[in-house]
């Protein structure tokens, strides 16, 4: 008698959602029948995020680092959903979509990813834009757009964060406009980039103070409007004028995910064990942003698109041995090092026993990002138009 084909359902399409679907499109099912593998998600294109500074620079374009699903995932096996999950139900092994649909599965991928959260202080939620998807990138080149269309003589932006991604903003910004730029960083720690190395913390505060980009370390936003934001720094309170407020600190799980009937962690991150496996459940996984992870050796690991990576090769791997009677992999993070692109022409690397800045450490930045995309029909259209696209401004 044949045996039902088995379904993999897999939730979100960021590194780990769609980098694990991939991988299983490509492991050998010793004669089997290649499972069902549905990814969803409720966007029509993978977007490889550490590229979306250069969105807003247009050193490149949608397309390069927001490449369709259906195009990533065409003769793959794998079968794509655009759709809102609405509800996942682990008793009933269920998954339901925001078109009525609902899938039955064998196998569960939560890898929804998380969202910026704003805080309630006063004027955040109506003023201040967050920078993680496509649609923000979108909302903050119009506004840098009507901005520099503007008579204004300066072009006032202040940055909530001092983390990777606020600094790595910050330096693109600058570049983008030049002279006319006011950008303000601000931390409510004494440093930027807290968790990064030495050398990369040095090398970035040196080049945003050689781009004029001011730093607020130990201060706080305590309210925005449409033409200023207030500062606290100790007890001293001031009120600048601002044209654009862009917040980049935090990270929080959906209402869905949150409200699950699963063991959760702290901010109510799913808990999982060191097979990525949720615990107490024998077939749902979580990774990524959703999840709280510690690897085979009990080390926390960071929610980076680099532990992403990573994970989706052991959560596919463990889902193909779950299937084909073999043991399970326990995840070990391998810390590779870390990139920051802080302008145009300017990037520092530390990783493998390499450190580098400047331009150098921009070619080897994109290379290894060209390397991750997810395929390689990817990878050589977009390898190739970078080699020809400066030819072609001389033509």
């Known amino acids: ?191 930027i980039l807290g968790t990064s190395p030495e050398y990369n913390r040095t090398s970035a505060q040196e080049i945003l103070s050689e781009k004029g980009i001011w730093v607020d370390l130990d201060t706080s936003l305590t309210a925005v409007t449409a033409d200023d934001i207030t500062l606290q720094y100790r007890d001293q309170v001031d009120t600048i004028p601002v044209d654009l407020v862009l917040w980049t600190v935090g990270t929080a799980v959906s209402p869905l995910i949150r409200d699950l009937p699963l063991p959760h962690g702290d901010r109510h991150l799913l808990k999982t064990d060191s097979h990525l496996l949720v615990d107490g459940q024998q077939t749902i996984f979580a990774l990524g942003d959703v999840a709280d992870c510690r690897d085979a050796t009990g080390q926390i690991v960071p929610p980076t698109a680099q532990v992403a990576f990573q994970q989706a090769d052991y959560c596919a791997w463990n889902i193909w041995a779950s299937l084909t009677a073999r043991p399970l992999l326990p995840f070990r993070y391998q810390a590779l090092g870390e990139m920051l692109s802080l302008g145009v022409d300017e990037a520092v690397l530390n990783g493998l026993g390499i450190k580098l800045s400047g331009p150098a450490a921009v070619l080897v930045r994109r290379l290894v990002y060209l390397y991750r995309f997810p395929t390689w029909s990817h990878q050589l259209t977009v390898g190739f138009n970078w080699l020809t696209r400066p030819l072609l401004t001389f033509l």
């Open 1 to 191: 008698m044949t045996q039902p084909r088995r379904r993999i359902c897999i939730l979100g399409g960021g590194f780990g959602g769609l980098y694990t679907a991939l991988r299983l499109s490509q492991l050998s099912w010793d004669g089997q029948t290649l499972p069902e593998i549905v990814l969803i998600d409720r966007q029509d294109r993978f977007l490889f995020a550490p590229f979306l500074y250069e969105l807003l620079t247009e050193e490149m374009q949608t397309w390069e680092i927001a490449p369709p699903f259906v195009e990533l995932l065409a003769e793959t096996g794998v079968q794509f959903k655009q759709a809102e999950i609405t509800g996942i139900d682990p008793v009933k092994k269920a998954v339901q979509l925001d078109n009525a649909e609902t899938l039955d599965y064998d196998y569960l991928v939560i890898a929804m990813g998380g969202k910026t959260p704003f805080p309630d202080v006063p004027g955040v939620k109506d003023h201040a834009i967050s920078f993680r998807t496509l649609e923000d990138a979108y909302r903050i080149k119009q506004r840098l757009k009507t901005l520099e269309l503007s008579d204004t003589e300066k072009i006032r932006v202040a940055i909530v964060g001092g983390g990777y991604s606020g600094v790595e903003l910050a330096g693109k910004l600058a570049d983008r406009l030049g002279d006319r730029g006011r950008i303000r960083i601000i931390e409510r720690s004494d440093t």
